[in-house]
């Protein structure tokens, strides 16, 4: 008799996996999330720590400045103003541009972002040169033709009141953003519901059309008056012959001192940055419930009746923000001198031989064009990775991270140059003096913009292609290298393209961060302004607009412009 042998066990035990194999990839994509909210607080949490440091010297040198309670009360004016002017011909716009037969809509919603495309610097300067008391020609052409016999007036571009219209002028276009896409995606029968039961086409938009894009009106508002506070370039421009400050030019009193003093500079920020978290608190809570202004529609644009008149405002607005200042910057650059008159005979193109002659000069374009191409590459490969997150994720740390992405657009330049200056050039980097503090400082001013436009793109591409690349057995990154990107490249060209325009624009951040041996376009711009070399000025300026002109061909061009969003 014979018995089986017991059956051997098998060893069903396995080595334990490395540690970078139990790791999600869920879990690796909300870790560099967080390691991106880090980022960009980081700035902010420096600023304030470094403004706790010496709190009572800081205090007595913030007191010690001259006509500190005025500077105060200018930026209150300041902001007030850009509010009032910004916000009523913002909602103008978007409602004359809402009437419009649906043939002149686009074009018309492109002509009143163009203003985004001036250069703020150069704006300022071609203003300065249209409206300087003395040898102005807005004001040399307004004497003539109006027979008025002196040497000055009647307006003085050195003012407060001058101050508050340049400013308010171009932040219009941001008004006109906001409440324009919520009167696309308002729903039109309301008003011509109103219509029929008789009242007027005025009377409508005052009791039906605003009451129904409330949100927008109190973004474009809080929006206003976040920019309208943290303005520098104008004041710093325009104040310094006026004696008009307001707290910014104050702060770059205090950085541009010898010796600087960063913390005086970090404690006059601190009320900027309560007054932005405030405001943008206000905001949130006085909109409430978002779904209780949401209305649908099929043809609501249909809906409205068209009124061709409707026209003549958005082109009045775009040739006053554009055409003065831009010929006046001509006509300087190709005079000797600026004298107020205009002497075809005497022009020429010596000073923008002598600006492409002069190395200072080319040195500061060629440091724009590398920092901020470099800028642009970082900018779209951020911008993409967090719009790829946040509109595929709905998780708390994606949320989050849509919220802390947008605080730059609440926080004045300026403040973020100090930040970034503190965190990175004077921090455990120690990168003062260098091109990558200024990429920094770019890309995290204006990823916001490169992001939602991204957004924008992809919100238009359905889930089937997903699907249909999981089903082929392609996986995530497969899917967004070979059929996403491609689908995104309009959107990720005028992406890129438009935050080439506004970092090419940027001064504010750029003030604080530049040296003696380093220094962008804008910087060098301001630095011959304060010099008195005006046909050096205004070439400058010339060149910084046709960059911008080039780019925003770019961007209408690949039909970027339906996706600019802020």
Avoid at 2 to 21: C, I, M, V
Wanted: aromatic share 10%; glycine share 6%.
């Amino acid at each position: 008799m014979t018995t089986d042998a017991p059956a051997a066990r098998l060893d069903t035990s396995r080595a334990p996996r490395p540690l970078w194999r139990r790791v999600k990839p869920k879990s690796l994509v909300h870790l560099l999330g967080i390691v991106m909210i880090a980022g960009l607080v980081y700035p902010l949490v420096m600023l304030l720590v470094r403004a706790s440091g010496d709190v009572r010297a800081s205090w007595d040198a913030i007191t010690a400045i001259p006509d500190l309670w005025p500077s105060l009360l200018n930026t209150v004016w300041l902001a007030l103003g850009c509010v009032i002017v910004a916000v009523i011909l913002g909602v103008l716009l978007a409602m004359c541009v809402a009437n419009l037969p649906r043939r002149w809509y686009n074009t018309a919603q492109l002509l009143c972002t163009l203003p985004l495309f001036m250069p703020p610097i150069a704006a300022v300067s071609g203003w300065v040169f249209v409206a300087s008391s003395a040898v102005g020609y807005g004001n040399v052409l307004l004497r003539t033709l109006l027979g008025i016999e002196s040497d000055s007036g009647p307006f003085n571009v050195y003012s407060l009141p001058w101050i508050v219209f340049i400013t308010a002028l171009y932040l219009v276009s941001y008004v006109f953003l906001f409440v324009s896409t919520a009167l696309r995606e308002s729903d039109a029968t309301l008003e011509l519901s109103a219509r029929v039961f008789g009242s007027s086409w005025f009377m409508t938009q005052i009791r039906v059309v605003l009451p129904s894009i409330r949100p927008a009106l109190y973004y474009s508002i809080g929006i206003a008056l976040l920019l309208g506070l943290g303005q520098f370039t104008a004041p710093l421009l325009l104040g310094a012959t006026a004696r008009v400050d307001v707290i910014t030019t104050e702060m770059y009193r205090l950085t541009s001192a010898s010796p600087p003093n960063y913390d005086a500079a970090t404690l006059l920020s601190v009320p900027l940055l309560a007054v932005a978290m405030i405001i943008v608190a206000v905001q949130r809570r006085s909109l409430g419930n978002l779904r209780r202004y949401t209305s649908v529609s099929r043809g609501a644009m249909r809906a409205r009746t068209p009124r061709r008149w409707l026209i003549v405002p958005p082109i009045v607005y775009v040739v006053l923000a554009i055409v003065p200042p831009t010929a006046s910057l001509i006509l300087v650059s190709l005079s000797p001198y600026w004298t107020g008159s205009v002497d075809f005979s005497n022009m020429s193109l010596r000073s923008y031989q002598e600006v492409l002659a002069t190395p200072q000069y080319v040195d500061s374009i060629t440091t724009t064009l590398e920092i901020v191409l470099l800028s642009v590459i970082g900018g779209i490969v951020l911008s993409t990775a967090v719009a790829l997150y946040i509109t595929r994720s709905r998780s708390f740390v994606a949320r989050l991270l849509e919220f802390t992405i947008n605080l730059p657009i609440a926080m004045p330049g300026i403040v973020i140059g100090l930040g970034i200056l503190i965190s990175y050039g004077l921090g455990f980097l120690d990168l003062y003096g260098s091109q990558t503090v200024f990429v920094i400082a770019y890309i995290y001013l204006y990823m916001i913009f490169g992001t939602r436009m991204i957004v924008s793109g992809l919100t238009r591409l359905p889930d089937s292609y997903d699907h249909a690349a999981r089903v082929a057995g392609a996986g995530a990154v497969s899917t967004f290298l070979r059929i996403k990107l491609p689908l995104l490249r309009n959107s990720m060209t005028s992406a890129g393209m438009l935050m080439l325009v506004l970092m090419s624009h940027e001064f504010a951040a750029s003030m604080i961060l530049r040296t003696s041996f380093l220094q962008v376009l804008s910087t060098k711009l301001f630095d011959a302004f304060n010099y008195g070399i005006y046909p050096d000025v205004a070439a400058l300026a010339v060149i910084m607009v046709a960059i911008s002109a080039i780019c925003a061909v770019v961007i209408l061009s690949t039909r970027g412009g339906r996706n600019l969003e802020i």
